[in-house]
């Protein structure tokens, strides 16, 4: 089994900044990505962003020049630096893994971490 814990969420004013870390632990097999998708209130799941174990990093448009992801390979960590925010990132995050485990690609996902931005 595994786990992945967000944190770093919280309530912010317009301009503001966060960073939300997401680890995963247990049962964790050849990691190919992690990644941080959103769901607004009413909405579909949106991509964020995504960090490769090959090293490539993708960005949704929305976020781009705004947010940054990063990660500890070590620690099995993945951080979301957000900046700039603006109303319409208010969404609950989520930080996915995917990983290999014994030959099949599998994601495993957070709970979630709540982002609110309102003046």
């Known amino acids: 089994q595994v786990q992945l814990v967000e944190s770093g969420g919280g309530l912010v004013q317009p301009g503001g900044s966060l960073k939300l870390s997401c680890v995963a632990s247990?049962?964790?097999?050849?990691?190919?990505?992690m990644a941080w998708y959103r769901q607004a209130p009413g909405k579909q799941p949106e991509f964020i962003a995504t960090?490769?174990?090959?090293?490539?990093?993708r960005y949704a448009d929305s976020v781009k020049g705004r947010f940054t992801i990063s990660r500890e390979y070590a620690n099995h960590t993945v951080y979301l630096q957000m900046d700039n925010l603006e109303s319409t990132d208010t969404a609950v995050y989520y930080c996915?893994?995917?990983?290999?485990?014994?030959?099949?690609?599998?994601?495993?996902w957070g709970q979630g971490t709540q982002v609110t931005v309102t003046s």
């Open positions: 960090v490769a174990t090959a090293g490539s990093i």
């Open positions: 247990g049962s964790i097999g050849i990691i190919t990505a």
């Open positions: 996915s893994l995917q990983h290999v485990v014994a030959g099949q690609m599998t994601s495993d």
